[in-house]
Structures are given as C-alpha cells and as structure tokens.
C-alpha cells in the first residue's frame, strides 16, 4: 500500500506564490538596472562591430554568475532564518517543527533559475532593438 502524501493547506500555496513573485521581481530589477548601467558600453560594443548576441554576452555572462553564486548563499540564509525563526517562536504549548527537504531546495533553484533566465532573455532583447545613436548621445 502506498503511503499517503501529507496535503498541503491552500497558504502554503500562497506563501510559495508570494516568494516566487519577489524573486522574479528581484532578479528582474537587477538585471533592468544592470542594463541601464551598462547601456553605454554595450552600445559601444555595437558600434564597435560586436554583434547583437557578442554584446549581450557580455551583461548576461556576469549576470549568470551573479545568480549561480547567489543559490548557495540564499539557501544559507534561508536555512538560517527558517531556524532562527522556529526557536524564537516556539513556546511551552506550541512548537513548530523545522522541515526543509531536498524538494524545497530544488523548487527554490528552478524558480531562481527560471527567473534569471527568463530576465536574462527580456534584457538580450532590449540591448538588440538599442537605438545606438540615441544612447550614445545621453550624457552620464
């Protein structure tokens, strides 16, 4: 007989919406703020006679770094704040058990990835469609 899955309440849902919408807009937020630092040099590039996908590999390798480097470190803090946070409100009548799997970590990496990418394909297009000229003319 197969063992029954523990069902999960309709505010975990939620709770794991909410934190996949943060880290899509974080991750989206830098990488538009990256591209707006760098929107001069990468119209260089261009001018230069790099092409379209040469330039943007030039944002988006450090970008990839950037978020590859950043798993570990958020899965740290995570833990951390998970445990902090379970000890500090546990009391003599209730206590809330910490309970991370390999499922949360891997749910955490693919919605961590998957926002990076799909920020790092909306950034690759916007530095295709520069108009060079316009950009290069903007004062620092």
Not at 84 to 97: G, I, K, N, V
Not at 106 to 127: D, E, K, N, Q
């Amino acid at each position: 007989m197969r063992p029954s899955r523990q069902r999960r309440g309709p505010a975990l849902q939620l709770y794991v919406g909410f934190a996949a919408a943060i880290t899509v807009g974080v991750i989206y937020n830098s990488a538009r703020i990256a591209l707006s630092e760098r929107a001069r040099e990468l119209a260089t590039l261009r001018v230069l006679g790099f092409h379209d996908r040469e330039a943007a590999a030039v944002l988006l390798g450090e970008f990839a770094i950037l978020s590859l480097l950043a798993l570990p470190i958020g899965f740290a803090f995570g833990w951390g704040l998970a445990k902090f946070m379970t000890t500090e409100f546990a009391t003599d009548l209730f206590r809330m058990p910490m309970v991370i799997s390999l499922h949360t970590y891997v749910a955490a990496t693919l919605v961590g990835l998957g926002a990076a990418g799909m920020s790092g394909y909306v950034v690759a297009r916007r530095i295709t469609r520069f108009d060079l000229v316009a950009v290069l003319k903007t004062r620092d």
